[in-house]
């Protein structure tokens, strides 16, 4: 019987990958375009909802270490979203239609995948299931989870930028770089405004209606993934020193920098299409329209998506799943991507790998393998399943999840240095152990 993946997004074409590899027949089942969501606008496999990035590629960095990890593992995702990429400074930015077509094309061509368009309402004990619906998830597939784990859903709310076509972009007001300098000169358009331009985008931005939140609903953001007006709330100095930092972007034409900045970055290699960095927001589309045209660069901009929120739902990771990613109702479940407790695109990859992985071993008998506590994998692996329960929310990648040092570095380029070289040198251990027939 076929190992079931459920869910398209990230995860689960991770999950499927690996199982197959593995030499395991996988069926990947996803709902689009039968059923869709409030956040996707294709029926693409891998389709990004949020922003291009992929995060950071800075040596010694945690997003860097764990897709470093993640190339090393054989991560298909990763391969695809180098083939995708497109110039984002010091990120990994991919092209979506790019970076979704290769993902399709590699399962599609795999003998041993075959992909089923059709929603998942019920989670039965057989066959061994990967569970990587995304925060998203349809009702009857939430309702099915929630009878098995006893509890209700935890969720909080997640944000989308705006995106603007790049003809409608007033380049005389716009200048091109990368903060500081690093990345390619042409990555991002940086969008200035003085001061008596923030001053008024902020007291527009301040008094903006935002569509309301059901009744019912309480207000529970991502503190890393704050809405623009949310933001707002804290005051203009949040504004200047977040999304609109001007810090290591001076403008060519002044050699200063300007007050406050909006950046845009490229949506593909075409460059046809800007996405707003940090602009993700919940402002009604003509209100949000009129407020962000107060930038000056962005006066006459045609957007192609509007910034939206949506409710995102998770698991209380550590109280029903086990070290393995299992569901310790039922332990030929395993859960990966967001509804396990991550947040961000590199780390929904990370758990779909290890739960294919995971779930492979399940299925030849086999005891699981889990990565090294020194790795950014382990690590990550540790924050969901071992955490206290109280407070427990989803978690980026950082370096403060790996464990300390044997002996405090105060200096924290050489700390960073010593911690990625332990996490990869445990990395190399553990995939020789975890070696993958051709």
Same mark, same amino acid.
Do not use: M
């Given at each position: 019987m076929p190992v079931r993946v459920i869910g398209g997004g990230l995860a689960g074409p991770e999950a499927a990958w690996q199982l197959a590899q593995r030499g395991l027949q996988v069926e990947l089942w996803e709902m689009r375009p039968r059923?869709?969501?409030?956040?996707?606008?294709?029926?693409?496999?891998?389709?990004?909802?949020?922003?291009?990035?992929?995060?950071?590629?800075? $040596?010694?960095?945690?997003?860097? /270490?764990?897709?470093?990890?993640? +190339?090393?593992? &054989?991560?298909?995702? @990763?391969?695809?979203? !180098?083939?995708?990429?497109?110039?984002?400074?010091?990120?990994?930015?991919?092209?979506?239609?790019?970076?979704?077509?290769?993902?399709?094309?590699?399962?599609?061509?795999?003998?041993?995948?075959?992909?089923?368009?059709?929603?998942?309402?019920?989670?039965?004990?057989?066959?061994?299931?990967?569970?990587?619906?995304? $925060?998203?998830?349809?009702?009857? /597939?939430?309702?099915?989870?929630? +009878?098995?784990? &006893?509890?209700?859903? @935890?969720?909080?709310? !997640?944000?989308?930028?705006?995106?603007?076509?790049?003809?409608?972009?007033?380049?005389?007001?716009?200048?091109?770089?990368?903060?500081?300098?690093?990345?390619?000169?042409?990555?991002?358009?940086n969008c200035p405004l003085d001061r008596l331009e923030f001053e008024r985008f902020y007291r527009a931005l301040a008094a903006a209606p935002s569509y309301p939140l059901r009744a019912f609903e309480e207000p529970r953001f991502f503190e890393a993934c704050l809405p623009l007006e949310e933001l707002a709330r804290r005051g203009p100095e949040t504004l200047r020193f977040g999304p609109m930092k001007p810090v290591g972007l001076p403008d060519p034409r002044t050699g200063r920098e300007p007050y406050a900045v909006v950046q845009l970055r490229r949506e593909n290699l075409r460059a046809d299409s800007y996405n707003l960095v940090g602009f993700q927001n919940h402002l009604r589309f003509g209100t949000q329209a009129e407020v962000l045209r107060l930038v000056p660069a962005l006066e006459r901009a045609r957007f192609l998506r509007f910034g939206q929120v949506h409710r995102n739902s998770y698991l209380l990771a550590p109280a029903v799943l086990d070290g393995g990613l299992r569901l310790r109702a039922q332990p030929s479940l395993f859960v990966a991507g967001q509804l396990c407790g991550t947040e961000g695109y590199v780390e929904a990859i990370a758990t779909g790998l290890l739960a294919g992985r995971f779930a492979a071993a399940a299925a030849a008998g086999e005891p699981l393998q889990p990565p090294p506590r020194a790795t950014a994998l382990g690590s990550l692996l540790h924050y969901i399943t071992r955490s206290p329960l109280q407070h427990y929310a989803p978690a980026n990648i950082t370096l403060d999840l790996l464990p300390a040092l044997p002996a405090p570095v105060r200096d924290r380029a050489a700390r960073h240095q010593q911690q990625c070289s332990a996490a990869l040198a445990a990395a190399e251990s553990w995939l020789v152990a975890e070696e993958v027939p051709a």
């Open positions: 059923v869709s969501t409030p956040a996707h606008q294709t029926a693409a496999l891998g389709e990004l909802v949020c922003s291009n990035s992929l995060k950071s590629e800075a $040596p010694n960095s945690a997003p860097w /270490l764990l897709k470093q990890e993640l +190339r090393r593992a &054989g991560s298909l995702l @990763l391969a695809c979203a !180098d083939q995708a990429a497109v110039p984002g400074g010091q990120a990994l930015a991919v092209d979506r239609e790019r970076f979704s077509a290769a993902i399709e094309r590699a399962l599609a061509a795999h003998p041993r995948i075959r992909i089923r368009r059709q929603e998942a309402t019920a989670l039965p004990p057989d066959p061994i299931t990967v569970l990587a619906a995304g $925060p998203l998830c349809s009702g009857p /597939l939430a309702q099915a989870l929630a +009878r098995l784990t &006893g509890q209700s859903h @935890l969720y909080f709310y !997640d944000a989308i930028s705006p995106i603007v076509e790049a003809e409608s972009i007033a380049r005389e007001r716009a200048y091109s770089g990368s903060r500081y300098g690093k990345g390619g000169d042409q990555d991002y358009l």
